[in-house]
């Protein structure tokens, strides 16, 4: 089943998921004006994939069941399945100019199954199966599925088991002939709210000391004893404020991030598929990150085309669009976004098989799209901010441009006042150049720069955690090899 964007938002009403904001209980999460941007955004995954012109794209016959599905719910086949992963994230991300939340869960199914397959492997469990049917219900439900992976750490110095408050990492607090009882939290959720299912992961590679904390499991949104407390962002509130339009720069789509604890949640076996095997738990993260570096190569550079449009129309309507020095901001911003998108590609392209059959990323290349995605965007950014000029973040309010209290002698209003001194050049009105300066903001300091800005930087891991694998995967023993042999040093 395909569902549609408007099925998928039904969809969400019918959960009883238990979400926490200001300090109360939100009833109805589905319309709150805070929240439903979010899940407006979710839905254009949905919508697109019955677009005929994106069919290739977004749909994908599955290879469990051969039946047509969401590329979101695929497992890669192919390095081509990984180009188009790409160039869809690119696709929706053009759509939305926001994080669209749906990718953690894809890139989670594609690390789990290929972790499961060598586990069992190794340990005669039966993971790998459970996972497979776990998924086809995926599937043939057509969810949207948080990856949940960062745990909050506590103090950084200290392994899991030797923190003070041992739930600091999320962990099985009990094993029962039924399944398993785990406890803990993990942060910075993306789309959490708007997800109907979650796949819990460790956070990082654990040794036998750490065991308990060496888990993978699936529950529903609504499952008993977990819940959610929403992340707030930059200027959400204008998103409550009446008749909020023009001063929200994207009123349709955003982001989201939240809390998810899990407190003494239950876990039958058959929706467990790692429990305390420590030494599998580094491979699911490195592989679970480096689809999520490889996805940032498509969703921040289809985000990137929006703000390079934003940034030429405030030239347009400002009259700057011919300074040459303007055009080449412009081209140095296209250079910057073009760069993310081959790191995007080219990880896909050198994509290999797992043992278990699904499509994995090169590595190597992924950490770098990754880490230059922690850099380019905050100089496209800033070369936005440079065109845009200074009215972007000193413009009164949409309500001003409408006021008609009286100001002037002559009775004109602060509406008229306002048209007057903030019009636009004669291709544009001054609405339009109201709401591309306030797009702008949105996205470089609003509500948007949580997931065009910090999100880049740290979504998907921090900087070091990219360094750390390109250290490993550098091969310099292998460089300083051609170094000796090319210099005559024996
Ligand atoms: Fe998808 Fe990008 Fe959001 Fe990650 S940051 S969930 S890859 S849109
Ligand atoms: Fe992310």
């Keep these: 089943m395909l569902m549609t964007g408007a099925q998928y938002i039904e969809s969400l009403r019918k959960l009883n998921t238990r979400v926490y904001m200001f300090g109360e209980k939100v009833d109805n999460f589905v319309d709150h004006p805070m929240i439903r941007p979010s899940i407006n955004c979710v839905a254009v995954t949905y919508d697109l994939a019955h677009d005929p012109q994106y069919a290739d794209l977004m749909t994908v016959k599955s290879s469990l069941t051969g039946k047509t599905i969401n590329r979101f719910g695929h497992l890669h086949q ?3 399945d990984l180009r188009k992963k790409v160039k869809m994230q690119r696709l929706c991300g053009q759509k939305t100019a926001s994080c669209f939340q749906r990718c953690v869960g894809m890139d989670a199914f594609n690390a789990v199954f290929s972790t499961t397959y060598e586990t069992d492997k190794k340990y005669g469990t039966e993971y790998h199966a459970r996972f497979k049917k776990y998924l086809e219900m995926v599937q043939e439900n057509d969810w949207t599925v948080d990856g949940a992976m960062t745990d909050p750490k506590g103090d950084r110095s200290k392994a899991p088991s030797a923190q003070e408050d041992k739930d600091l990492f999320l962990r099985i607090v009990e094993k029962n002939d039924k399944g398993i009882v785990v406890r803990g939290a993990k942060c910075h959720q993306t789309g959490c709210i708007n997800s109907h299912e979650h796949i819990v992961m460790p956070t990082q590679t654990m040794t036998e000391a750490d065991k308990e904390y060496a888990v993978c499991f699936a529950v529903p949104s609504d499952v008993e004893g977990l819940f959610m407390i929403y992340g707030r962002q930059s200027c959400d509130t204008r998103k409550k404020e009446p008749n909020a339009d023009i001063d929200l720069g994207n009123k349709e789509y955003g982001g989201q991030e939240a809390l998810v604890v899990f ?10 598929f790692m429990c305390e095997e420590y030494d599998f738990s580094g491979m699911l993260v490195e592989r679970f990150a480096g689809y999520h570096r490889q996805s940032y190569g498509g969703c921040k550079v289809g985000v990137g085309d929006v703000i390079i449009g934003a940034a030429a129309l405030a030239a347009d309507y400002n009259g700057a669009n011919k300074a040459s020095h303007v055009k080449d901001k412009l081209i140095e911003m296209t250079h910057l976004n073009e760069t993310l998108y081959c790191c995007g590609i080219a990880c896909s392209a050198e994509g290999y098989p797992t043992e278990a059959g699904n499509y994995q990323i090169d590595l190597l290349l992924a950490n770098v799209c990754k880490q230059n995605v922690t850099r380019f965007p905050y100089e496209i950014v800033r070369l936005a901010e440079d065109i845009a000029g200074g009215l972007m973040v000193t413009m009164p309010s949409a309500v001003d441009f409408k006021s008609d209290t009286p100001v002037l002698k002559d009775g004109g209003t602060i509406g008229d006042v306002c048209q007057k001194y903030f019009k636009a050049s004669p291709v544009a009105s001054t609405e339009d150049r109201q709401r591309i300066l306030r797009f702008l903001e949105n996205i470089c300091l609003g ?5 065009y800005r910090t999100e880049s930087m740290h979504g998907a891991g921090s ?17 300083k090899a051609l170094a000796k042999a090319i210099a005559g040093i024996k």
């Design 78 to 80: 192919s390095a081509d």
């Design 447 to 451: 509500s948007s720069a949580v997931g």
């Design 263 to 272: 407190d003494n949640v239950f876990v039958p076996w058959e929706r467990v």
């Design 463 to 479: 900087p070091q955690a990219q360094r750390i694998m390109i250290a490993r995967q550098g091969n310099i023993e292998g460089k």
